[in-house]
């Protein structure tokens, strides 16, 4: 007699903030660290993720320190498709010692072709219904070490790759 079976997957609202939690722990690493970012923008910063990531959305994320056009010390995270992730590592490890004066703190979001098949009108209204009122800007480069992926955070299948940079200041 043979049997057979079939899973399925569903990534939900709870598997998105499992994730986004990791990332806060990671972010609140970098704040103890390099006195940024606040508890507050971690919040705020985790209440985005989170819609991006339960709606299917990232692209990458990237939160760290930059200095012009190079990121000093970022961690980046992207967003993995649902059944392509089994892996769910410790939230930790930021890499410390970087010096950040003169640097200052920033995020750099984007997103994926679904985000991008939404009209204006359904874009502008998720936007405004987020913690973050993003701007449009540049995305600083990783310096001449580049980005080591180093971590993997998800749940249910689907959730981040995390990567990070320390580059010369």
């Not at 690493?29 to 970012?37: D, H, I, M, R, T």
């Not at 508890?39 to 985790?46: C, G, K, P, R, S």
């Not at 970087?98 to 679904?114: E, P, Q, R, T």
């Amino acid at each position: 007699m043979t049997q057979s079976y079939t899973t399925t997957q569903t990534f939900t609202r709870t598997d998105a903030r499992y994730i986004a939690g990791k990332v806060a722990a990671d972010l609140r690493q970098l704040s103890q660290a390099y006195g940024e970012p606040t508890e507050q923008h971690i919040t705020n910063l985790m209440a985005e993720l989170t819609e991006y990531l339960v709606d299917g959305y990232l692209d990458r994320v990237t939160y760290g320190f930059r200095k012009g056009d190079r990121w000093i010390v970022a961690l980046k995270y992207s967003g993995a498709d649902i059944g392509s992730l089994t892996a769910d590592d410790r939230s930790g490890r930021v890499p410390r010692g970087a010096d950040v004066i003169g640097a200052s703190w920033c995020s750099h979001l984007v997103l994926n072709s679904k985000w991008w098949a939404l009209t204006d009108e359904q874009r502008s209204r998720y936007e405004k219904s987020l913690p973050i009122q993003r701007t449009n800007g540049t995305e600083p480069s990783p310096g001449a070490r580049g980005w080591i992926e180093d971590k993997t955070y998800s749940s249910s299948g689907g959730g981040v790759r995390r990567a990070s940079a320390e580059g010369v200041s």
